[in-house]
């Protein structure tokens, strides 16, 4: 028998809310840096928020396996939602992943640790959903390439170790490498490998 926090908290209108949120993931991979809004539509258990828990809805399912970090991995609400809202496998092997939910990305694995594809098949890695603070108060990084006019303005907090260096090894193996989705309180915005990150303020 199910648990009722198991059960709960998923997309009150399924079809609808999913294309919702796969729209505002999608408009943010266009346009990496900005920020685009999510209304409340999950709500999973602690520490999965709830704009991180509606893209994995939006995008997770029984073909996708999935990587937990350590504070996610540790509650058996959080798996057991997973479980049964997507279906997705959760896998404890980092290269194994196609996504990878990450609520701590202070101390997160290293980008390279993930799987990066190959050069026959780029889309085969992973695809990193990070629960940030917000968009207002990090860093300010700027940022180039696909999708942005001319240069994008952008301050997510926190990111993990070490982020640009490891960013800048992440273009280097273009066309392999991870793509990062970046989950808000309230809104996501996200940075797929092609972005270059060519100044850091501050």
Same mark, same amino acid.
């Given at each position: 028998?199910?648990?009722?926090?198991?059960?709960?908290?998923? /997309?009150?209108?399924?079809?609808?809310?999913?294309?919702?949120?796969?729209?505002?993931?999608?408009?943010? =991979?266009?346009?990496?840096?900005? *920020?685009?809004?999510?209304?409340?539509?999950?709500?999973?258990?602690?520490?999965?928020?709830?704009?991180?828990?509606?893209?994995?809805?939006?995008?997770?399912? %029984?073909? #996708?396996? *999935?990587?937990?970090?350590?504070?996610?991995? %540790?509650?058996?609400?959080?798996?057991?939602? @997973?479980?049964?809202? #997507?279906?997705? $496998?959760?896998?404890?092997?980092?290269?194994?992943?196609? /996504? +990878?939910?990450?609520? +701590?990305?202070?101390? =997160?694995?290293?980008?390279? &640790? /993930?799987?990066?594809?190959?050069? &026959?098949? $780029?889309?085969?890695? #992973?695809?990193?959903?990070?629960? *940030?603070?917000? /968009?207002?108060?990090?860093?300010?990084?700027?940022?180039?390439?696909?999708?942005?006019?001319? #240069?994008? %303005?952008? +301050? $997510?907090?926190? @990111?993990?170790?070490?982020?640009?260096?490891?960013?800048?090894?992440? &273009?280097?193996?273009?066309?392999?490498?991870?793509? @990062? *989705?970046?989950?808000?309180?309230?809104?996501?915005? +996200?940075?797929?490998?092609?972005?270059?990150?060519?100044?850091?303020?501050?």
């Amino acid at each position: 028998m199910q648990n009722i926090a198991t059960i709960q908290g998923g /997309f009150a209108d399924g079809a609808l809310d999913a294309q919702r949120v796969f729209r505002a993931v999608m408009d943010a =991979m266009a346009r990496p840096g900005t *920020v685009q809004a999510i209304p409340p539509c999950a709500t999973p258990p602690a520490p999965l928020g709830p704009v991180a828990g509606a893209v994995a809805l939006a995008l997770l399912d %029984a073909d #996708t396996p *999935v990587w937990l970090d350590q504070p996610l991995a %540790a509650e058996a609400a959080v798996r057991e939602w @997973l479980g049964f809202q #997507t279906a997705a $496998p959760i896998v404890e092997i980092l290269s194994e992943a196609h /996504f +990878a939910l990450i609520a +701590a990305p202070a101390s =997160m694995p290293s980008l390279e &640790n /993930f799987a990066q594809g190959t050069q &026959n098949y $780029p889309d085969r890695s #992973t695809t990193l959903i990070l629960q *940030v603070e917000g /968009f207002e108060t990090g860093g300010g990084l700027m940022l180039e390439g696909p999708g942005i006019e001319t #240069t994008q %303005a952008f +301050a $997510p907090q926190p @990111l993990p170790r070490h982020f640009i260096e490891q960013w800048r090894q992440n &273009n280097a193996r273009f066309p392999r490498g991870v793509d @990062l *989705v970046l989950a808000g309180p309230a809104s996501v915005a +996200a940075l797929p490998r092609t972005t270059r990150i060519i100044l850091e303020e501050g």
